[in-house]
């Protein structure tokens, strides 16, 4: 069973940095695509980020390219999103998901989330 548990989020201003973790088991980093996604309150999905191991890249949404980062360390079986330069409207639920595709919306194994909310 896959199973992905993040955390690190909190209160932060804006212009300020945080780092998500998240810790997964049950699969390998190595055979899977990870990315993040997040959701608003009253607002739909929005993905973040996912990786694409076939061209050992990672695709990232407009709203957050050039601020967050997706890495890994596979050692540890764990992903972690740096976030920098944080806005108001990064204020969300994150949640942390395997087997991705950024383009399709498709998000099939995630964790319960971390709230991440951004004081302007």
């Known amino acids: 069973e896959k199973q992905l548990v993040e955390s690190g989020g909190g209160l932060v201003q804006a212009g300020g940095s945080l780092r998500l973790s998240c810790v997964t088991s049950g699969f390998s980093l190595d055979r899977y695509d990870v990315g993040w996604f997040r959701q608003a309150p009253g607002k739909g999905r929005e993905g973040l980020v996912c990786?694409?191991?076939?061209?050992?890249?990672?695709y990232y949404a407009d709203s957050v390219k050039g601020r967050f980062t997706i890495s890994s360390d596979n050692a540890k079986n764990t992903v972690y999103l740096q976030m920098n330069s944080l806005k108001p409207e990064d204020t969300a639920v994150y949640y942390c998901?395997?087997?991705?595709?950024?383009?399709?919306?498709?998000?099939?194994?995630r964790g319960q989330g971390t709230q991440v909310t951004v004081s302007s």
């Open positions: 998901a395997a087997d991705c595709g950024l383009y399709t919306d498709y998000w099939p194994y």
């Open positions: 990786t694409a191991r076939s061209f050992n890249t990672a």
